[in-house]
Nanobody, 122 residues
Framework: QVQLVESGGGLVQPGGSLRLSCAASGSIVSANNMGWYRQVPGKSRELVAVITSGGNTNYADSVKGRFTISRDNARNAVWLQMNSLKPEDTAVYFC????????????????WGQGTQVTVSS
């Protein structure tokens, strides 16, 4: 089973930046799509950004031009660089993988990290 471990959340002032990291560990050989969702209390989890194994990216309209997603396939890691942060970006951010391959073949998820809190406040 794959484990996803996030880091990099915290408290930042409006206009500031944070960089979230997520590393996939376990018997994983390769990951398909990786990305980030976020959730605030009382609301559904929403997609922030996703990146394919080939490097194609997709972003929520609310973060386009401010957030950048990247990955390292060899390390099965994904990052989210968040710039020009706004109070409405405050949420718990979850890393995810939709499917991955190990020695037994493809494993279908999605699989989630434990979440990391991002708070944007003055």
């Amino acid at each position: 089973q794959v484990q996803l471990v996030e880091s990099g959340g915290g408290l930042v002032q409006p206009g500031g930046s944070l960089r979230l990291s997520c590393a996939a560990s376990g018997s994983i050989v390769s990951a398909n799509n990786m990305g980030w969702y976020r959730q605030v209390p009382g609301k559904s989890r929403e997609l922030v950004a996703v990146i394919t194994s080939g490097g194609n990216t997709n972003y929520a309209d609310s973060v386009k031009g401010r957030f950048t997603i990247s990955r390292d396939n060899a390390r099965n890691a994904v990052w989210l660089q968040m710039n020009s942060l706004k109070p409405e970006d405050t949420a718990v951010y979850f890393c995810y993988v939709d499917m991955y391959r190990d020695s037994g073949g493809w494993r279908y998820g999605p699989y989630w990290g434990q979440g990391t809190q991002v708070t944007v406040s003055s």
